[in-house]
């Protein structure tokens, strides 16, 4: 898949938008078992701006109509069955698994994908796994979700509810515009020099989520020089989306701030400095958000700073209209 098709333009607004996959019912489609949706407002008013959404229900995929009896998962909690509620011996399981190994390998172009919590298709975690005497046990994955996240491990994957939270929200995003990052600038043309560019750029946002995996990646590439091209492509990009999914605390924002800021060290006078540190102590202490350190730190980069600090991934991971920033 090239670059171009990895994305649409809104004929609206000329806004390039990222393919992401979905649970078709999130978007208001009514195709869950009683014939309703779970339309999530943010998903469908803030997100759809920059996300091109590819929807799909596997439960539908697979012939289960609507309305329909309810699936749940039933059994051990790494290899459950899915079974009707109301006639045991419908058992969808490896339909559903198959639906989701078939997605994948049918929407390689994707860089994201959001779920529905708590479905026994379709959810990331703590889907409910019903046990011999009956009890449930909130440890599941729906099979779906499961069978995708198994064939796409480096895709960013999240649940609708849980974007409520302002980090798993801006950690999710970050992870979909770096993989459509990678989309656009490597998979075309693949090389090494351009794998080392893309991870030239990304150097401080994978500081900020993990500091060992930024040696890691760094070691990776370093001793790579002899390692297919092939080889090297999925082993980095697999191990760069895992530790991007680390979620970046106040503490190693500030670090990462710092760091940054040392690149200004010899351009702004006493007082600029001071404010840039006084302002990066109040992010750490829990007193501003994210946005505010940022802003004045990219102002004086924007003006003494080198082309090599002001391409880094992490100052604009994405459109700051999203202000995620704002909540961090
Ligand atoms: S299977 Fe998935 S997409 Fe379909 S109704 Fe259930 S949660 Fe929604």
Known sequence: MNGSQNSMTDKTTGVQ???????????????????????????????????????????MAIGLGVP????????????????????????VTDALIDSGRNFAASHSHL????????????????VKVYHPNG????????????????????????????LNDPVLRENFILRVFALHHWKQVVEPE????????????????LMAHSYPGYQALGRLLADATAMPLEALMPEYLNQLMGYLKERAGRKSHANTLLHIFGYLKKSIDGDCKQELVDTIEQYRRGEVHLVVPLTL????????GSEY??????????????GLRNYI
């Not at 309810?70 to 006639?87: E, Y």
């Not at 600090?309 to 999203?322: S, V």
């Open 17 to 59: 938008q990222i393919p992401v996959g979905i649970s078709a019912c999130l978007l208001g489609q009514e195709v869950r078992f009683n014939g309703g949706h779970k339309r999530s407002r943010y998903c469908l008013e803030v997100l759809q701006e920059c996300f091109h959404y590819e929807s799909f229900c596997p439960e």
């Open 68 to 91: 329909r009896q309810p699936i749940r998962l039933v059994g051990d909690n790494a290899q459950p069955q899915a079974l009707g509620t109301d006639d045991p011996d419908l058992n």
């Open 190 to 205: 693949p090389s090494f020099h351009k794998i080392q560019q893309f991870h030239a750029r990304y150097k401080y946002t």
């Open 111 to 126: 860089c994201g994908y959001i779920l529905t919590k708590g479905s026994p298709s379709c959810g990331m975690e703590r």
């Open 309 to 322: 600090i002001n391409e880094q991934a992490y100052l604009d991971p994405y459109p700051h209209e999203l």
């Open 297 to 304: 730190l990219k102002h004086y980069l924007k003006r003494y």
């Open 135 to 162: 009890n449930p046990d909130g440890s599941g994955s729906g099979l779906f979700a499961r069978a995708l996240m198994d064939a796409m491990p480096w895709l960013p994957v999240e649940e609708e509810a849980r």
